[in-house]
């Protein structure tokens, strides 16, 4: 059972203008988020996380928001840029329960920016 | 990342044959994982290791194991593959476990066919 869903298998943008990328989560536990970016036959590579005693996580073009009560995290890019195609994952994660990590992945979002 | 190096980078194989996948890291992180990425299905957990043979059970392990006698490899067996495996399988580190600022560093990946 898929416990973090990207709903969205894809996205176009045009150069310049916004990308919301969205995912949405059903374990109430997870209380550490992450965004990566994946390019074609590549490992994907970490983008920006946030906990979940913050709302919002900002760092340059990318922004993440957090609603815990809607159990919904989305990331900004502003502006796109042509290089910002690629496959974005969100993942989730259980902290400071005394186990090892897991990260729980969404399906990703393949993001297309026009020029 | 080349502190993460994945082999093969691909390989064909037929059903019912034993295949290992090797992942070798010159970071000396603890924590090493294997995930699959499947259409649909996003990124998988299979195995960890959270040291030298000390290994556990991710969220899809039927049909594989794992095992690490060096801090630095961490080998993934199917012993009799299936075209069910038939997948791209990434490996991924990361340095401590239950921190805000944890993330994981991926490897480029092995495409695996099982005809």
């Known amino acids: 059972d898929q416990q973090v869903k990207q709903n969205s298998p894809s996205l176009s943008v045009q150069e310049g203008r916004i990308s919301i990328l969205n995912c949405d989560y059903t374990n109430s536990m997870f209380d550490y988020f992450l965004w990566y970016k994946k390019y074609p036959a590549e490992g994907p590579t970490f983008l920006i996380s946030i906990s979940s005693i913050k709302d919002k996580n900002e760092d340059g073009r990318f922004t993440v928001f957090l609603n815990k009560s809607a159990k919904h995290l989305s990331l900004h890019i502003v502006p796109s840029q042509p290089g910002d195609s690629a496959v974005y994952f969100c993942a989730a994660s259980v902290i400071g329960s005394g186990a090892v990590n897991q990260f729980y992945f969404g399906t990703g979002t393949s993001l297309t920016v026009i020029p | 990342d080349a502190g993460i190096t994945q082999s093969p980078r691909h390989k064909v194989t037929e059903t019912g044959t034993p295949v290992t996948l090797r992942c070798h890291q010159t970071?000396?992180?603890?924590?090493m994982y294997w995930y699959r990425q499947d259409p649909g299905h996003g990124l998988r957990l299979i195995h960890y290791s959270y040291g030298v043979k000390d290994t556990d059970k991710g969220e899809v392990s039927d049909g594989y194991s794992v095992s690490r006698s060096k801090t630095e490899d961490f080998l993934l067996t199917l012993e009799s593959a299936t075209s069910s495996q038939t997948s791209v399988y990434f490996c991924?580190?990361?340095?401590?476990?239950?921190?805000?600022?944890?993330?994981?560093?991926f490897g480029s990946g092995t495409q695996l066919s099982v005809l």
């Open positions: 970071e000396n992180h603890r924590y």
């Open positions: 991924a580190i990361s340095r401590t476990e239950s921190a805000t600022n944890e993330k994981l560093l």
